[in-house]
C-alpha cells in the first residue's frame, strides 16, 4: 500500500480513541505551562551572563585569548613552534608509518593547541588519533577534548561540522579511509558551509593487506578530491604528515582529509626550502641537471618507489625529477608560474604513482603520459605481496618512464 496522509474520518477516530478534544494546533493551558521554560531559561541565561562578565573583569588577559580562539586565531607562537617541530621530525628522519607520524604530531602540536576536539569512529588505537594529552569527554571536570563516538563515521563527521561553525574548537576525527564513504553528506556539507574541519583517514591503499577488497580503498582518495573546496592531504613520510597537519590546523575555510598509511614509510632526504615548499601541495623532490627528459608524480607511499626508480634510470643516463604531490587540491591553488617551475609544459613525457584508480591523474601526465596506478579493487595478502603483483615496484615504475620515453 502506497503511504498517504490519515483522512478525516481516520484522525477524528484517533481523537476519540486517545481522549483529545481540542482543537488543532491548540495547545492546552497545563501542557504549554508544563513546558514552557521561557523564566527559567531567562534566568539561567542571566546567571551565565553575569557570570562571564564578572570573568571578563577578573581575568582581562585570559578573555583576551578566549576572544581570539572562538575568533579562529591560532597561539601568537603557532609559526615559530609548528616550524620547529617539523626541523626536528626531518632530523630524526624516522622510518615509520605516516598514521604514526600522525600521532607524533599531534603530541607536537596538541599541547599548543587547547581548543584541538578529537575522536574516532571506534577504531582510536588504529588511527592513533589518541595523543598524551587525550581525556575522555565523558571523564570527571570539564576538560575532556576526545570522543568516543561508536561505530558512527556519518554522526561523528555531522558533530564535528556543529562543533566547527560554532566556533573555539578545531575538531577532528579519525576512521579508515575506507570508511569515509559513510560521512559522504557530512563531508560534502563541510565543504559546502567552509567548516574547518579535519578528517583523518588511515589505511589508505592496498598496503592494509590481509583485511581484502572489501577494505582495501581504491577510489577514496579520488573521490574525496574531486568535493570543492575539500583539501586532501596524502603525505610520504612524516615530515609531510607534520606539515599536512599544520596546514590542516591553519585553514579556516573549509575541511581538511589527512590520508595516512598503515604501513611503515621510509624518509625523504629534503633541503629547508623543500620543507617549506611541502606546504604548496606539490614540490620537486628530486631533480637532475639541466631540463629533465621525463617527470615523475607520486604521493604516499608510491614516492619512495618513484625515487629508487629514478635512480635507477640516472643510472642508466636518464635525467628525471621526482615530483612528490601531497596534496592535489593545494597544488591547484598555487600561481601559475610556480606550477610551471615544477612541472614545465615542455616536459611531456611523464608517469604518474598512486595506488589507487588513475582517472585523476591524466590532468598532469597529459596524453603522452602514464599511470602507474590501480583500476580494480584490491586482493586479500600481504601488503609487500600485493604491491608486487600490481605492479607497484621500483622496476614497473622505471619501465613505465622508458615506455613515455
Known amino acids: 500500500m502506497p503511504r498517504a ?27 504549554y505551562e508544563g513546558w514552557d ?48 617541530y617539523i626541523a626536528k621530525v626531518n632530523e630524526k628522519a624516522e622510518t615509520i608509518a605516516s598514521r604514526k607520524a600522525s600521532q607524533n604530531t599531534l603530541n607536537g602540536f596538541g599541547p599548543l593547541l587547547p581548543e584541538l576536539l578529537g575522536g574516532s569512529a571506534d577504531l582510536a588505537g588504529s588511527n592513533l588519533t589518541l595523543w598524551s594529552g587525550c581525556k575522555d569527554v565523558n571523564a570527571p571536570g570539564h576538560d575532556g577534548n576526545y570522543v568516543y563516538y561508536g561505530v558512527r563515521e556519518f554522526g561523528m563527521s555531522a558533530i564535528m561540522n556543529g562543533l566547527a561553525l ?6 577532528y576525527g579519525a576512521t579508515f579511509l575506507m570508511f569515509s564513504e559513510y560521512a559522504r553528506n557530512a563531508l560534502r556539507m563541510a565543504a559546502l558551509m567552509k567548516a574547518p574541519v579535519i578528517h583523518v583517514y588511515t589505511h589508505d591503499s592496498i598496503g592494509l593487506g590481509e583485511d581484502g577488497p572489501t577494505h582495501q580503498p581504491v577510489e ?6 574531486l568535493i570543492p573546496n575539500m583539501h586532501v592531504w596524502r603525505p610520504c613520510d612524516a615530515v609531510e604528515s607534520a606539515v599536512a597537519w599544520k596546514a590542516a590546523v591553519e585553514r579556516t575555510d573549509g575541511p581538511t582529509c589527512l590520508i595516512f598509511s598503515r604501513q611503515n614509510l621510509p624518509h625523504a632526504a629534503r633541503s629547508t626550502a623543500q620543507i617549506d615548499a611541502i606546504a604548496r601541495g606539490g614540490y620537486v623532490l628530486r631533480d637532475c641537471d639541466g631540463t629533465p627528459q621525463a617527470i615523475l ?37 598555487q600561481d601559475a608560474a610556480y606550477r610551471e617551475a615544477v612541472l614545465p609544459a615542455e616536459v ?21 603520459g602514464r599511470v602507474v596506478g590501480l583500476d580494480r579493487f584490491g586482493e586479500s595478502a600481504p601488503a609487500d605481496v600485493l604491491f608486487k603483483a600490481f605492479g607497484f615496484t621500483v622496476d614497473g615504475v622505471a619501465q613505465a618512464v622508458e615506455a613515455v620515453l
Open 220 to 225: 577514496q582518495t579520488a573521490t574525496l578530491r
Open 297 to 333: 608524480i607520486a604521493t604516499g607511499s608510491e614516492v619512495s618507489l618513484a625515487l629508487q626508480a629514478a635512480e635507477q634510470l640516472a643510472a642508466k643516463g636518464r635525467k628525471v625529477r621526482v615530483v612528490s604531490m601531497p596534496s592535489t587540491s593545494v597544488f591547484e591553488t
Open 37 to 84: 521554560a521561557t523564566e527559567c531559561g531567562a534566568k539561567l541565561e542571566t546567571d551565565w551572563d553575569d557570570r562571564f562578565e564578572n570573568y571578563r573583569r577578573d581575568y582581562p588577559e585570559l578573555a583576551a585569548e578566549f576572544d581570539r580562539r572562538m575568533a579562529g586565531e591560532l597561539p601568537r607562537d603557532w609559526v615559530e613552534q609548528s616550524r620547529a
Open 5 to 31: 496522509a490519515l483522512g478525516q474520518d481516520e484522525v477524528a477516530l484517533v481523537r476519540q480513541t486517545i481522549g483529545w478534544h481540542f482543537p488543532p494546533f491548540e495547545i492546552p493551558v497545563d501542557i
Open 348 to 368: 611531456t613525457a611523464r608517469v604518474a604513482v598512486e595506488a589507487g584508480v588513475s582517472d585523476g591523474w591524466h590532468k598532469y601526465v597529459g596524453l603522452r
Open 166 to 171: 560554532h566556533g573555539g574548537f578545531r575538531p
